[in-house]
């Protein structure tokens, strides 16, 4: 990597770093460890992403990366040897290819599954090349590429827990971490995810290795900078939930700012950090559009989630033992539940049963 | 004796795709567009709130997730009998605008073009432009690194593979730029859709957000950069993109133009895209709706929805779900179905097949630009390398009408005009059918709701109808026609078979 760093100034140089640090959502002190990192790499490494029921929407996302941008990933960072959406071979060249880098790039190579894995069938609902006449699943790909592989990186929702395509159960499409048994795992999950998300976790791995990305996953396999606390935790519209303040018309100007969550909104039970980050350079994000969270980056998305534009039925907050209620607002009694601790059944069925009389002040249910 | 030739995948699409020709004496004789991949969305709608239809439709495909987000919605708008009104059509309007943009740009850059460039020319480039001269350096790093990936390997280089320093430094520098382009545009989008891909604005009736003059500046300060129309037009679409299709279209690649390299049945569908009065009315569209038949450019016929219908004989599904009309559709899978050969269903209009996307819209269109441009260069209208042209001039007049959109809202805002949503509960029963043109060609979604679920939704996407398989009659789908008579003097670099193919933007 030092070969394609020397090219730029010094300045520039620890610009880059730098951003890489607030991405990662580290502080400026760890610019000198970033900048050594780089200096010390050797060559690039090797990337090989493939695609099986995905919908092209997590690479789309990927190259709308701000800080690095898609070129300087693309050229500059990684060695990009199989991605089916930009690589210049096809046919029996692309899949020479992906079978070369397998074997030669033995423990060397980055594995980045988009999609789910269709399983029923012996695979049949996903090929991808073909050897000797005969079509190769996907499924096939999956296990014969991450044998070797030095990571496992599963980004979007359907390669990290099944997504929209398991929702049919003709297909039976499993996430890589279940066809996989015993291969760790890294999620990035979103539909699609947050360029910052995939490329956040990517640099890390460069950066501090794989044992360090592995370790601060959670539950989920998720990398905890980007997906540790939840959606309704640092929602800009919170106050509103907690004065019970609910949208329910859209076309209605004076309720455009209000708490979406008669609207279906899952922020509640969705954990990633779009409040703070946002989306396309910054510009807005779902709930800025008045538009609920589907809680995308969510296992239960989307079948969990449906119907998504309904309230959810109870609302589990995780992390809580104990309660005291004396509030008479479903706002409030919810938001001292958050700080206080409330059982979380409680909550639900509080929640459920407010809102069903006809909630406070707005007035019964859409 | 022929010779076959497989390629899978074809790389540079969204989605999965297989293509088989059989070439003889250097010619493709048949040729063979397989679907090889199949998610089922029809069946796991089923039974579901119908408003997840919107959501979950846009997942159909990453690259235009805000098309198949307007035909579900206005599918759902004549479902739920709902009004949409004028703002939220315009706003509509201005984000699948916007993917258009998007697209387009990505699709001649970062699709297509590899498909024509030489880029190792770049390290020959001698001029001494500093970003042309940059783009040399980085190029000339990775082939001193050993390591070009992902612009090699390819299929060895052609007679129209071009090579020309100058005009290679120049692409490859524009595909960066394009890189940078093309996030913009998702950029804009997200003023009004909240993000990108998968937008999240649009619900039946109308859409989420309520316009303001600020978000409407904004949204025009990036459009600016696409298209300027106070400064003759100046821009990323004019001066870069289709000036570099002009320099390729009229230059080197001229000769794949004349001989009408990549040419289908001459059958073109256009849906019409985007709404000038009534929310889904397809007679009154900024680019028109229509049929052209048997190649009679001139003859533009109205288009009526009633004459779709899709067969399946050469597809993996049950003939029971042949011989329909979408909006009575079946999707019910059958793998060793013996004749099939594609997950996807052949659909005909009138019992033909016919092409869409930009070429299509541009013929009923009789857009004059396009119809000059190959007229004076001597370009067969209906081939290859016309389709990329058209995706050029499009992009142009859908950017340049979005600037009106943005006055027309601005007004609309200025005469105290503030309806964005006819919001609607779920109805108890109904049906609806929207009709759009995504970037890559007519799309139709068709639900029928029972009970307040979903008991029955199909989509048709572009892509089914151009990498059709064949009909029951036997006739191939429009690029596997286009195959027939390609030169492929080297089976081995079938250069011609994956530019005709990617023409179509699958």
Known sequence: ?366 | MAEKVVIDPVTRIEGHLKIEVEIEDGKVKDAWSTASMARGFEILLKGKDPRDAQVVCERICGVCPAAHGMAASQNLDEAFGAEVPANARIIRNLIVGANFIQSHILHFYHLQALDYLDVTAVAKYQGNDPALVTVKDKIVKLVQANDTFPLTPRYDPDEFSVNDPDIVALAVAHYLQALEMRKKAHAMLSIFGGRMPSYVSSVPGGVTVHPTIDMIAAFKSYLKEFVDIENDDRGFIKDVYYTDVLTLATGPLLPLGTLGVGKAHGNFMSFGMFDLEKSGDYKNRFLPSGIIKDGELSEVRDLNPDKLAEDVKYSWYTEDCGGRHPSDGRTEFELDKKSAYSFSKAPRYDGKPVEVGPLARMLVKKDKTLLDLAAKHNIEPTGALARTAARAIECLLVAKAMHEWLDELTQNLKAGVVDICDDKEVPSSGKGMGLVEAPRGSLGHFVEIEGKKTKNYQAVPATIWNASPRDAKGIRGPIEESLIDTPVPDPKNPNNIVRIVRSFDP
């Open chain 1, 1 to 366: 990597m030092h070969k394609v760093f020397k090219g730029i100034s010094r300045r520039e140089f620890l610009k880059y770093c730098a951003s890489i640090a607030a991405m990662l959502g580290l502080s400026e002190m760890y610019v000198p460890q970033i900048a050594q990192a780089l200096e010390d790499a050797v060559g690039k490494t090797p990337v090989v992403w493939i695609n099986g029921q995905s919908c092209t929407g997590c690479t789309i996302s990927t190259i709308n990366s701000r800080e690095p941008t898609a070129a300087d990933i693309i050229l500059d960072t990684i060695s990009i040897r199989f991605m089916e959406t930009i690589m210049a071979s096809a046919g029996d060249l692309a899949i020479k290819i992906l079978d070369d880098t397998i074997k030669e790039e033995k423990g060397k190579y980055i594995l980045v599954v988009e999609g789910g894995v269709p399983t029923a069938e012996k695979g049949r609902f996903c090929n991808v090349g073909e050897k000797d006449g005969k079509p190769i699943s996907f499924e096939d790909w999956v296990k014969k590429a991450s044998k070797n592989a030095h990571a496992v990186v599963a980004i979007g929702t359907c390669s990290s827990f099944g997504g929209i395509p398991s929702a049919n159960p003709e297909t039976k499409v499993k996430p890589v971490s279940e066809v996989l048994e015993g291969t760790p795992v890294v999620n990035i999950s979103g539909c699609p995810p947050h360029p910052d998300w995939f490329v956040g976790a990517l640099v890390k791995l460069l950066l501090f290795g794989k044992d360090k990305l592995v370790k601060d996953l959670d539950d989920h396999g998720r990398p905890l900078e980007f997906y540790g606390s939840t959606i309704h935790d640092n929602c800009p519209r919170r106050h509103w939930f907690e004065a019970g303040q609910f949208l329910k018309d859209w076309n209605d100007p004076d309720q455009a700012h209000l708490c979406l969550l008669l609207k279906g909104c899952k922020g509640p039970q969705t954990f990633a950090d779009c409040p703070e980050r946002h989306w396309n350079d910054g510009n807005n994000w779902c709930i800025g559009a008045n538009a609920p969270c589907h809680g995308c980056v969510q296992p239960e998305f989307y079948k969990g989630f449906a119907p998504l534009y309904e309230k959810m039925p109870d609302i589990s907050i995780p992390g809580i033992a104990g309660f005291e209620v004396s509030a008479d607002k479903i706002g409030a009694i919810l938001g001292i539940a958050t700080l206080a601790g409330i059982g979380v059944h409680f909550v639900g069925q509080v929640a459920t049963g407010r809102l069903g009389k006809g909630g406070p002040e707005e007035g019964g249910e859409q």
